[in-house]
């Protein structure tokens, strides 16, 4: 146990420092669980949650074409058309990357709609920062409002057994979709306060002309049959992961018959997150080591000392714990180390895990508002504006991201409660 310890807290330690280097971090962590006999070599494949891999790999390679057919440009050229000053066209902005990224990862949504930011900023002459932050912070909100929304989300379907309905109505209640609106709702109305006096008129938009419709059919589609998979129940693990390679796969196809070459191929595959995906891997490995080692549980038998077996102050442990991380490391480790952790506390204390999962995903998904490099939805939204010439300072971060982030977590942390508190 102590030397299983002992790498896990190096290789997070590291992970954390090294950021750009956290994926190799973690295999080089995996590969010594192993070497030192910590894992059995025969469980490494059956500690890694294929179906999870499987999803993000084919929902990034799939929304890689669903970006390069200039859908999304369209629908936020429409929306800014539709808005008469800088304050709705900022909150209007921010609805449409929630939306966006409860389908698509917050990244891509901050590469998809910042840049409609910055050109409305340069024709009205103001500094587009503010409005920028608002687009980034707002795609962070619902990540975990369905089940291919962000990779914390799909982790979440993993070890709660949870499908694409599920997350819309869970056990006869309100699922993390509508709780993840509350919170929305919630945040967006700091930002109309902190844009109230912004009412110069904003001139229309040229429209973007979408150049093919199959990739958002596709989604369509990818979406609607993990929808019907839903309803069934004794259907194989890696399901929802072979919906989603298998429509990446017919996107492919079509395109590389359509062009005649291999350049939308490669454009796709590049579209997917290897560095994650190689993350992922290592940290089911690790935490499979440190679960084998009995370090979970005795971690998760502590935490249920300190809040004296009482649910409301498990949950709000957790909860609270969750946003403070995540302000600071990503939310993928931590998420995929709490996960199991939130299971043996719940077992500890003869309960259902679901209050306590649900605590995890909305600290975590919302926590990594409030810093600059909580989440990578900002860190992008940052890069792109560093290269237009323009320097974010912490205060300017600062000032939009707390209220909106308290006001999200409040709510969330409030509703989740209210709804399965009692289970």
Request: hydrophobic content about 55%; aromatic content about 10%.
């Amino acid at each position: 146990m102590k030397l299983a310890l002992i790498i896990f807290v190096v290789v997070y330690i590291l992970m954390i420092a090294l950021p750009k280097q956290r994926a190799y971090v973690a295999l080089v962590g995996a590969i010594l669980f192993v070497a030192c006999k910590i894992l059995p070599v025969s469980e490494v494949v059956t500690n890694i949650d294929w179906n999870v891999l499987l999803m993000i790999g084919g929902t990034m390679g799939l929304v890689t074409l669903f970006i390069d057919s200039k859908m999304p440009a369209r629908l936020s050229d429409r929306i800014v058309n539709r808005t008469s000053n800088i304050k709705w066209t900022v909150i209007a902005l921010a609805c449409f990357a929630g939306i966006i990224s409860a389908f698509v990862d917050n990244v891509s949504t901050v590469l998809m709609i910042a840049p409609v930011a910055i050109s409305i900023s340069k024709k009205l002459k103001i500094s587009p920062v503010p409005m920028v932050i608002a687009v980034a912070v707002a795609s962070n909100v619902e990540g975990s409002a369905t089940l291919v929304g962000d990779t914390t989300s799909i982790m979440l379907a993993g070890a709660a057994k949870m499908d694409f309905l599920d997350f819309f109505w869970f056990m006869g209640r309100p699922g993390l979709f509508f709780i993840n609106q509350i919170g929305l709702i919630a945040a967006v109305s700091t930002l109309y306060i902190r844009f109230r006096k912004q009412n110069d008129d904003i001139s229309k938009q040229e429209i973007t002309v979408v150049n093919d419709y199959v990739p958002t059919v596709l989604l369509l589609m990818m979406i609607s049959s993990l929808i019907i998979a839903s309803f069934f129940h004794n259907k194989p693990d890696i399901t929802n992961g072979l919906i989603c390679v298998s429509y990446l796969i017919v996107g492919l196809i079509y395109y590389t018959i359509k062009n005649k070459d291999f350049s939308v191929l490669k454009s796709a595959l590049k579209g997917i997150d290897y560095f994650t995906l190689i993350l992922l891997a290592s940290l089911f490995v690790i935490i499979g080591g440190i679960e084998h080692a009995g370090i979970i549980e005795a971690f998760a038998k502590q935490i249920v000392k300190i809040g004296g077996g009482n649910v409301f102050v498990m949950y709000s442990i957790i909860l609270w714990l969750s946003v403070i991380a995540s302000a600071f490391i990503d939310n993928i480790p931590y998420v995929a180390t709490m996960l199991p952790v939130a299971t043996n506390i719940s077992l500890a204390m003869g309960i259902k895990p679901y209050i306590l999962y649900f605590g995890l995903i909305v600290g975590a998904t919302l926590g990594g508002n409030i810093t600059p490099i909580g989440a990578s939805a900002n860190i992008a939204g940052i890069g792109i504006l560093r290269k237009e010439g323009y320097e974010v300072k912490n205060t300017d971060f600062f000032k939009i991201s707390i209220p909106f982030t308290l006001a999200a977590v409040l709510s969330g942390y409030i509703f989740t409660f209210l709804f399965y508190g009692n289970i």
